[in-house]
Each structure stands twice: as C-alpha cells, then as structure tokens.
C-alpha cells in the first residue's frame, strides 16, 4: 500500500506546483499524477503552459484515493469525477488545481496564504481555465442547449448590426420565458442551480482569467465561457423572471464586462454601445452587494481580497474604500439585514448575510422616486480612527411610537400556492383542513388586528401636511408607489377597506354578512398584493404627527427616541439612535410628506455633522 503523499515545501514565494495528469485509455483506471514546480516569473506575457481548474468543493471531505508521486493523496469526489473527465488518453495533461497543487496539510498555513495572493496570476497566466460544474444529466444537457441557442444567434454577424443582434438575443430570451408558466417548468435552473455559481471563491477564478481562455464544463459537455456571458446578457434585457440566473451570474458578469473592456482594444466603448445601457463599470457597492449572496468558508472572501485581520476590522475598511471609490452613501441602504455580528460598525453591512433582495418590502429604494434630501450630492468623511461615518444633514423628527408589524404570511402563501391556485383561492375553495391553513387564518387575522391598530394611529391628529389622514394612511401603506396609488384608488377600493377597518367587531361581522347575502366581495381583508406591500414593516408615529414605516424585522427594530435624519446624496430618511459620541444607524425609513425634500432646509448653513458609530 503506497505511503501518503506530503508535499515538498516550494522554496521561492513566486514557485507554483503543476499536476502532470497521466493519460489512460480507459476512464475508470486509477489517476496517477506527478507535481512538479515552475515560477510564475518565468511567463511574464501569461503564456503558461497548463490548465487551471476552477470547481467548488461542496463542502466534501478528501476521500478519494489518487496516486502522486507514487505514493497516495486523497481528494473530493468532485475534483476527482474532474480529472477523470480531464484526462487525455494518450498524452500527459498539465493542471493547477487548488487543493492538490497547494499543501493543505496543517502545518503549510505560510505557504497557503502566499499562494492565496498569487491566485489572481496563476489563473490569468494559464493557457486555459476549465469551469468544472460537476457531472451531465438531461437535464443539464438541455439547459446547456438553450444557452447555446441564445449565444449562436450572433454567429457570423459582424458589429455592424450590433443592436440589431442585440434585438435577437432579447427576444429569443423572451420567447424561452414565455413558455414557462412556473418555477419548476424553467429550462435553465439546472445549469444555474449548480454550486459553482454560488461559491465567492469561484468567482476570482472566472472573471481574472481572460475571458476567451474559459471554458464550461459539465461531465464530458463542453461551452465557451463568452457564450454563457452572452446569453445571461440576453436574459438580463428580456428580463428573464425565472430561476436563480441573476444571484448566479451577477458579480461574475460585473467583474467579466468590466476587466474585458480594459484588456482588449475598443471592447468599452463597443460595450458602452448599447440602447439599453447594459454595460456601465459596476459601482464597488454593487459589487459587495452581488457578493454577499455568495458562500464562502471565510468571511473575508466577500471582499475579494486576501486579508489576515478581524472580519470587523476588513468590512470596514472595504465600505470606506466603497464610498470614497462610488462617491456616493448607497452601500448604507445595505447595513441593515436578517442578521448581524456583533462589534460591526452600524453603518458597515454585515457582507457574510445575504441581504435583503430587490423583492423584499423592506428594500431601500435606490435612485427611486424619493428626494428626501432634494437630489443633493453626498458629503462625507471618516474619523481618524476610520470607527466614524460622519454625514451632513438634519435631525428633523423623533420616533415616539412603534406599532406592531405585520405578521410575516409570505411563507406560508406560497405553501398554499404551491398546492395550487392562489392563498385566497385555497381558502375560499374551502381546502383541506391542514395545520398550514390553520395558521395562515391565524396570522391572517393578527395581520387585520395589526391594520386596524395602523389605521386608528393615523387618526391621532390633523396630517401635517394638510391632507387628509385617509390619503397620508394610504400612500404610506404603499411608499407612495404610484401604480398602487392608482390601484388603491380604483373603484374606491382603499375606501371601501378604510370604512371596513374603522367598523367594530359587531358592525364587521354585519357588514360581512350583508355582502355574503348580496354576493358582494367582503374588503375587510386586504388584497393579497397590499398584504406583500405592508408585510415586513411596521409603523410609526413622530413627535411632528407624521406616520412612516420602517423594515421590520430587525436585529435591532426601531423604537421610541430614535431620531429621524435626512442625509445629503441619500433619498430615503435614516432611522437613528443617540449614542454617546453620535448615532446608530437603524435603518432607512419612509416617513409621509418628507420624502421630496419638504423638510430640507432652505439655508444649508442650518444642516449639521451626523457621526455614525
């Protein structure tokens, strides 16, 4: 039985190990391989001469056997089924791969952490990376063959007819989105539901490798990295709704479009070229907020950069780099989240939590519709400990009550929907007495208590604005969206809801039962839609007779005595909490009838310094 394979320490900082694969004929004989060293000094123009694998390790443990150097070192079974599939039948493969060419043993911290900061280099100076995906199925192979089909549409064609091949791509993009009528039906979610997609690490080795040196591949099918780009680029203008394309793709299409367009000659301004603005240099916010929804092992990866300090200490002074790079204060619509570990700045997100989605009701409205601070640019500094955010702005208000939430009925909406027909359809069907639709009714009927409570706070007095409480109650319900303004006014359905909500227990029950006798629909409960526009928020009632909401859950909720701030470069007000030496952020918040500049003041010499802690 062969001894275990320990590797030889590298003896220059700039030396790298190459695997030399041996060829078999037959797939299943046993892999035998040798390392050897180069140094990356000696190709400087990146002309190397082996292929760099990029896979995710799934979290499995070394268990397959390998040969090496005679003797025997464990691997994945994943990295395993890829040499297998990389081995060439009749002449030696050369390969850099991760955990066989970098000592992992618990003795080579040293030398880990120096290949680390050489990753970037080996991938860019290998001749080729092969993006491992993992083993084919049908259902893979299918997913491929429509990637395929979206990027062949600009085979032969010439960038003389660019927009019009653009117009191609989008509406054959379309036209898969079209047929599909549900989740499970989309044609691509095998291919954008594999883990290499959602790894951070995967990333560097993706985007630092020039682009037409990658290839895909799943088993023994084999595509073109600049296909995929394509075709995500495709679905990205037909704004495809299906699957996990966009939390796959994201970050990778960031850093590929940005890198391309400073690597080959007048790929900018070919990609600036576009009627849609599809290719614009990603703003480092961006970047961090693609990049949270990636799993790494470590924290620190969310930042693409290699670092042995504190994770507090690395996030940071990855958001100042952030907000001095961007020029603007939009990362602190991200600080708040799910969750978040302690001794982080508030202004700084907690980069290893996913964050809330564009999907989410508690969502800050980027570029949005709001003007809080008049559509002023931002202006900022940084303690000389780099611990405070300091802001220009105006404390204009305080939080002096905190209504219940709206109970969270999202979930458990979709679990009806998914044995079919809406939540309200089950209901009204009169579906299957089930533990599911018990609690549904159950939170369905705190959610009307938790409205009813909302709609007696915005009686407490005259609206500051001078509209009426009813019209203040009912844009805060919504944002002030507009297409909800306009639904809510509909066939005064908002009133017909309002004038239910105000009715006692006994008169409701009436007023029900008359419209059940009439055939009428019953408006005590909300619509669906506005229960999703008010869920995961609560309300609040200021010192100055506003009502707003605020996200909801938190870590950290808002509570009487927080400060209302308005900032200069931010649309939406802050939610803040006196601390000694400054604020905590909270959140950002909708207040009603400050949300256009109405209370930024009018001689600037009035605003003041916010220190966020």
């Not at 970037?120 to 001749?127: F, R």
């Not at 964050?355 to 000389?384: M, Q, V």
């Not at 938790?450 to 919504?478: C, F, H, M, N």
């Not at 506003?546 to 938190?554: E, F, H, K, V």
Request: hydrophobic share 35%; glycine share 6%.
């Amino acid at each position: 039985m062969p001894d275990q394979y320990y590797h030889t320490p590298l003896r220059h900082p700039r030396h790298i190990r190459i695997l030399h694969l041996a060829p078999a004929e037959d797939s299943a004989a046993p892999i035998r391989c040798q390392l050897d060293t180069i140094s990356l000094d000696d190709h400087p123009k990146w002309d190397g001469d082996y292929t760099a694998l990029s896979y995710a390790w799934d979290s499995q443990m070394p268990s397959c056997e390998i040969g090496c150097n005679n003797d025997s070192l464990l691997v994945t079974a994943n990295c395993e089924a890829a040499l297998r599939e990389l081995r060439d039948p009749s002449e030696t493969t050369k390969l850099w791969i991760d955990s066989i060419c970098i000592d992992q043993s618990r003795d080579a911290v040293e030398e880990r952490n120096t290949q680390v900061t050489l990753m970037g280099e080996i991938y860019k100076c290998a001749k080729g990376v092969v993006v491992w995906l993992g083993k084919s199925d049908i259902r893979i192979k299918l997913a491929l063959d429509f990637v395929m089909e979206i990027a062949n549409l600009t085979k032969g064609n010439t960038t003389e007819d660019r927009r019009h091949i653009q117009k191609r791509l989008r509406e054959k993009a379309q036209e898969i989105s079209d047929k599909v009528k549900r989740e499970s039906e989309d044609p691509l979610s095998a291919l954008f539901h594999r883990s290499w997609f959602h790894r951070m690490w995967t990333v560097q080795e993706s985007t630092l490798s020039w682009i037409d040196r990658i290839v895909l591949r799943c088993g023994n099918i084999q595509m073109p990295w600049p296909c995929l780009v394509i075709a995500v680029d495709a679905l990205k203008a037909a704004k495809y709704k299906w699957g996990r394309w966009k939390e796959a793709m994201s970050l990778q299409q960031q850093l590929t479009i940005y890198l391309a367009g400073r690597r080959y000659p007048g790929a900018k301004a070919l990609f600036d070229d576009n009627p849609g603005n599809l290719h614009n240099d990603p703003l480092v916010f961006s970047v961090f907020i693609n990049a949270r929804r990636k799993k790494s092992t470590d924290p620190r990866d969310k930042v693409l950069l290699y670092y042995s300090r504190p994770v507090e200490d690395v996030y940071r002074e990855a958001v100042i780099s952030c907000i001095n790079y961007d020029k603007n204060l939009y990362i602190l619509y991200h600080a708040p989240s799910d969750r978040r570990r302690n001794g982080l700045s508030s202004w700084v997100p907690d980069l290893a939590e996913d964050g809330w989605d564009e999907g989410d009701p508690r969502y800050g409205l980027l570029r949005s519709r709001f003007a809080a601070s008049g559509r002023r640019n931002a202006k900022w500094s940084f303690s000389e400990d780099g611990i405070g955010l300091v802001l220009v702005g105006k404390i204009v208000d305080t939080i002096i009550f905190r209504a219940d939430p709206m109970p969270n009925l999202d979930s458990i909406a979709k679990e009806l929907l998914h044995r079919g027909g809406s939540a309200r359809e089950s209901l009204s069907l009169g579906g299957p007495d089930s533990e599911t639709t018990a609690e549904y009714l159950r939170l369905n009927h705190r959610g009307y208590a938790v409205l009813k409570s909302w709609v007696e706070i915005s009686q407490w007095s005259d609206y500051p604005t001078g509209e009426p409480t009813t019209e203040a109650l009912q844009r805060t319900l919504v944002v002030d969206n507009p297409k909800c303004n306009a639904d809510a006014t509909k066939d005064n359905s908002f009133d017909h809801w309002y004038n239910t909500m105000i009715l006692g227990e006994l008169d409701t029950t009436a007023c029900a039962l008359r419209r059940a006798g009439s055939g009428s629909p019953i408006p005590s409960q909300p619509r669906e839609h506005e229960i999703f526009l008010r869920e995961k928020k609560c309300l609040f009632f200021t010192e100055n007779y506003y009502i707003g909401t605020a996200p909801d859950p938190l870590p950290v909720s808002i509570e009487p005595g927080d400060r209302i701030a308005i900032v200069r470069g931010l649309e939406m007000p802050l939610a803040l909490r006196p601390v000694e030496g400054g604020y905590r952020l909270i959140t950002h918040v909708y207040v009603h009838g400050i949300m256009y500049g109405e209370a930024w003041p009018e001689n600037e010499d009035n605003l003041e310094e916010i220190v966020l802690l």
